[in-house]
Nanobody, 123 residues
């Protein structure tokens, strides 16, 4: 199975911005609903944002609404997560994956997970 590839993480201070990228080598991402999820140390993996296939509806967890923006560039076969006004509680490993479940918040309903990219926000 071809996994997705995340990049763009880093260590930043509170209030900074980062843009994460999710590439799909060997898989046409525009055909799929794609989700971004994150996992902080000692916590369960949680949904952050998602973009549907076809009409590109977007979805956000309440904790990131208004600060994060998900988008896709079909020509580059890439999905992005623009993260602004970062907070220490955003610190986590961020993953992208193809959504198969009905519920965006069901982390068991995703496949083709990437290796993740670390985001660390210091105060």
């Amino acid at each position: 199975q071809v996994e997705l590839v995340e990049s763009g993480g880093g260590s930043v201070q509170t209030g900074a911005s980062l843009t994460l990228s999710c590439a799909g080598p060997g898989r046409t991402l525009s055909r799929h609903a794609i989700g971004w999820l994150r996992q902080a140390p000692g916590k369960e993996r949680e949904f952050v944002s998602g973009i549907s296939s076809n009409i590109d509806d977007t979805y956000y967890a309440d904790s990131v609404k208004g600060r994060f923006t998900i988008s896709r560039d079909n020509a580059k076969n890439t999905v992005y997560l623009q993260m602004n006004s970062l907070k220490p509680e955003d610190t986590a490993v961020y993953y992208c994956a193809v959504k198969f479940a009905i519920d965006w918040f069901d982390s068991d309903g995703y496949a083709y997970w990437g290796q993740g990219t670390q985001v660390t926000v210091s105060s």
